[in-house]
C-alpha cells in the first residue's frame, strides 16, 4: 500500500496529495478535510486515497448524477465548484454554476462551498475556433505535415513553425484551400519563445500547441472546441491536458504529466526548458476529456533531461528520467 503523500489522485491521477485544512458548507453542515490534491483541488479524508479505480468512476458518476452530495461526513471526497468543473469534463460534461455564489467561488477559488452545478452535455456547447500549432525541426517536417490532415474535421487550422536558423522565411500554403501554413523560425535554445512566436501566428481566438511527438485524437480535437467556448463563459484563459508519455509503446510513471497547451491566443509562455502560460492558476483548469500522446524512444529518453539541463541549469528536471523510464504504475 502506498505511502498516503505518493498515493495517485482518485480524480486526476496526479501523485500530488497534501495536507489541507480546508473545509465545505452545504446548507448548515460544514465538513473538514484531511488532505486535497494539490493539482485538481479534490479533498480527501485518509481512507478515501486508496480507493479502487472502478469505485472511484462510480462514484464520480453519482456525484455528476447530484447523488450523494459529497458534503457529508462518511462521504469519500468532496469538491467546490472549481473542481466539479474538472469532474464534469471526465464525463464530458460541462458544469455551469448552479447561482450566483457558484458564479463567484468558480472565478475566486478555492472556494468554501460544496459545488452545486448545472451540467449540460459538453457536446452541446457551440464549438469555439480553435487552430492547431504544431513546432517541429526541419527533419520532422515532413512527417508532421503529412500528419496535420488528421486535425481537419474540427481544427480552424493548422500552423507549422519549423526550427530553422536565419531570418524567419516568407510562410507558405500547404494544399489549395490554406488550411495548413507553414512558418519558419529560429528556436535558439529557447523553448518559450518558439512558443510565443507560435502563439503570435494564431488567426483563431484559441490555440492548440503540440510538438513533433505528440498527437491527440479526433474525439478530444472535438471536445478542445467546446472546452475553449467553456472557458470563454468562464473568463478562464488556459487549460489543461494530461499527458501520456508512451516510451517504446509503453506508458510511462510520469503521468499524468499535465501540460496547459490550449490557451487564448493572448497567452505568452516563460521558461527556456519545461515553458509554461504566463497566467494565473485561477484562470486556468485541467480537462480530463483526454490525453495527448507523447510518443518518446528509450535512447531519447536517456538525453531528453540532461540536455535540458544544459539548456537550463537547474530546470531540466532531472528527476523526470527515472519516472520516464519506469512503467505506469496506479497505487
Not at 469505485?55 to 464520480?60: A, G, K, P
Not at 485524437?217 to 467553456?230: N, V
Amino acid at each position: 500500500m502506498p505511502d498516503v503523500l505518493t498515493a495517485r489522485c482518485p480524480l486526476c491521477r496526479a501523485r500530488g496529495i497534501a495536507p489541507t485544512s480546508r473545509t465545505l458548507q452545504s446548507g448548515n453542515v460544514v465538513r473538514a478535510f484531511s488532505y486535497v490534491c494539490s493539482h485538481c483541488g479534490l479533498l480527501l479524508d485518509e481512507p478515501a486515497i486508496m480507493l479502487d479505480p472502478t469505485q472511484s468512476d462510480t462514484l464520480f458518476r453519482d456525484l455528476c448524477a447530484r447523488k450523494p452530495t459529497m458534503s457529508h461526513p462518511g462521504d469519500p471526497f468532496g469538491c467546490d465548484i472549481y473542481t466539479m468543473r474538472t469532474i464534469a469534463t471526465r464525463f464530458a460534461l460541462a458544469a455551469m454554476p448552479a447561482n450566483t455564489m457558484q458564479a463567484h467561488e468558480l472565478c475566486y477559488p478555492h472556494g468554501t462551498f460544496s459545488a452545486e452545478a448545472h451540467l449540460k452535455p459538453l457536446p452541446t456547447l457551440l464549438p469555439t475556433p480553435v487552430s492547431v500549432g504544431i513546432m517541429c525541426s526541419e527533419r520532422e517536417a515532413s512527417a508532421v505535415l503529412a500528419m496535420a490532415a488528421l486535425y481537419r474535421s474540427w481544427a480552424d487550422a493548422v500552423i507549422v513553425l519549423i526550427d530553422r536558423a536565419g531570418e524567419p522565411s516568407v510562410p507558405r500554403q500547404e494544399g489549395d484551400d490554406g488550411f495548413v501554413s507553414v512558418f519558419s523560425h529560429p528556436l535558439d535554445g529557447h523553448f518559450a519563445n518558439q512558443r510565443n512566436a507560435l502563439q503570435a501566428l494564431c488567426g483563431a481566438p484559441w490555440m492548440f500547441q503540440l510538438d513533433a511527438d505528440e498527437d491527440i485524437s479526433p474525439e478530444l480535437g472535438e471536445s478542445l472546441t467546446r472546452l475553449a467556448t467553456l472557458a470563454d463563459r468562464q473568463g478562464a484563459a488556459s487549460i489543461g491536458l494530461p499527458r501520456q508519455n508512451l516510451v517504446d509503446g509503453r506508458l510511462s510513471d510520469l503521468y499524468p504529466d499535465v501540460q496547459y497547451r490550449l490557451n487564448r491566443r493572448e497567452v505568452v509562455y516563460e521558461g527556456i526548458v519545461h515553458e509554461r502560460p504566463v497566467r494565473s492558476w485561477q484562470t486556468s483548469f485541467i480537462a480530463l476529456s483526454g490525453a495527448i500522446r507523447h510518443h518518446l524512444t528509450a535512447e531519447h529518453v536517456a538525453r531528453r533531461s540532461k540536455g535540458y539541463e544544459q539548456l537550463q541549469p537547474g530546470g531540466g528536471r532531472l528527476f523526470e528520467e527515472d519516472a520516464l523510464q519506469r512503467p505506469f504504475s496506479a497505487v
